[in-house]
């Protein structure tokens, strides 16, 4: 995520994966400098029906990018490239990690902008083809087109890793977009993101990326940011 790491780790993977729709997902995100997006985010950990945000996200090389919560609630989750940024208005506090030291979910998606690598992330890789007759549950964005779905087996946590999902989904549409990634945790952790309205190569200002702190608000440095927007 662009996902050309992702790519370059299929490739050394190929098992199932559908080559051709692969090769059109590369190709389709090679030409990108800048890019932009709609979000959706659900978070649930088993019990009850969850939280889930939206907002808009901003993607720029070389590894940038940054989130916007606008629902229910304002938030900012920004990487500069060499920080990773979280704040919340109504907190009037910042907090800030080095970005190797994060282990938050949403810094991977740097790989958008080639800055991750996921050869470190996934052991293996395996494609199947969306069933565009399956239904989403209640209070859901209604189903996506059909489409590729990658799954990605994780490698095994280490001591200083923050810990492994036990599988991560990437989802491409029709069109080659990536729609949807979704990361499987121990005991029934689900977290979503789902991405429309992309918009590739726009003119974004350098500030988008650079976070200020507004007046009278603190900064807190964490070695991680896991878990900041549960």
């Known amino acids: 995520m662009y996902l050309l790491c992702l790519f370059a780790l299929l490739s050394a993977h190929p098992g199932n994966v559908d080559s051709a729709r692969l090769h059109a997902l590369e190709k389709h995100y090679q030409r990108a400098r800048t890019l932009k997006a709609v979000f959706y985010q659900r978070y649930s950990d088993g019990n009850g029906p969850g939280t889930a945000e939206s907002g808009t996200v901003y993607f720029s090389r070389p590894g940038r990018m940054r989130w916007d919560y606008e629902s229910p609630e304002q938030k900012v989750f920004l990487v ?7 704040y919340v208005p109504a907190d009037r506090t910042a907090s800030r990690a080095k970005l190797n030291e994060s282990s938050d979910w949403r810094t991977p998606l740097a790989l958008l902008t080639g800055k991750a690598d996921l050869s470190h992330l ?14 989403n549950k209640p209070g859901e964005p209604a189903p996506l087109p059909a489409g590729m779905i990658f799954h990605c087996e994780p490698r095994s ?3 200083t890793d923050g810990g492994a999902p036990s599988e991560i989904t990437f989802e491409a549409d029709a069109s080659d977009r990536l729609v949807r990634i979704v990361i499987h945790e121990p005991g029934n952790v689900e977290t979503e993101f789902r991405f429309g309205n992309w918009e590739e190569n726009l003119p974004i200002p350098e500030a988008t990326f650079h976070f200020a702190p507004p007046p009278g608000v603190a900064i807190v440095d964490e070695a991680t940011l896991a878990g900041g927007l549960r």
Do not use: M, Q
């Not at 500069?80 to 979280?86: I, L, M, T």
């Not at 996934?122 to 239904?135: L, Q």
């Open 80 to 86: 500069d490239g060499k920080n990773v940024w979280f």
């Open 157 to 159: 946590s280490s001591p």
């Open 122 to 135: 996934c052991r293996t890789i395996e494609a199947s083809h969306v069933d565009p007759a399956a239904g």
